[in-house]
Nanobody
Framework: QVQLVESGGGSVQAGGSLRLSCAAS???????MGWFRQAPGKEREGVAA???????SYADSVKGRFTISQDNAKNTLYLQMNSLKPEDTAMYYC????????????????????WGQGTQVTVSS
């Protein structure tokens, strides 16, 4: 069982930046890892994801502003978020998928079996 722990959330003004981190409790081969978010009253949506081959996928709403990366030596996934907007306000979750079925569907949440507890991001105007 792998545990995922997110950190780096907080409150920033519009235009600001945050970097989220997701630390895995131990090394586990993950076919895909991703960031998802859920705002109050809205469905969870995929934000950014990366597979073991290095392919990435981003939601249209964050393209050009967010960057996903990983440090395999540290078992850590990152999400660099720049030019933040109030509509980016949400709880952000890290997720990992073991099965390769996630490839090609990187932003589809039901392919992911492991989830962190989330970190809150609040962007004020």
């Amino acid at each position: 069982q792998v545990q995922l722990v997110e950190s780096g959330g907080g409150s920033v003004q519009a235009g600001g930046s945050l970097r989220l981190s997701c630390a895995a409790s131990r090394y586990t081969y993950s076919a895909c890892m991703g960031w998802f978010r859920q705002a109050p009253g809205k469905e969870r949506e995929g934000v950014a994801a990366i597979d073991s081959r290095g392919s990435t996928s981003y939601a249209d709403s964050v393209k050009g502003r967010f960057t996903i990366s990983q440090d395999n030596a540290k078992n850590t996934l990152y999400l660099q978020m720049n030019s933040l907007k109030p509509e980016d306000t949400a709880m952000y979750y890290c997720a990992a998928a073991i099965s390769g079925a996630c490839r090609g569907y990187l932003l589809v949440s039901h392919h992911y079996g492991y989830w962190g507890q989330g970190t809150q991001v609040t962007v004020s105007s």
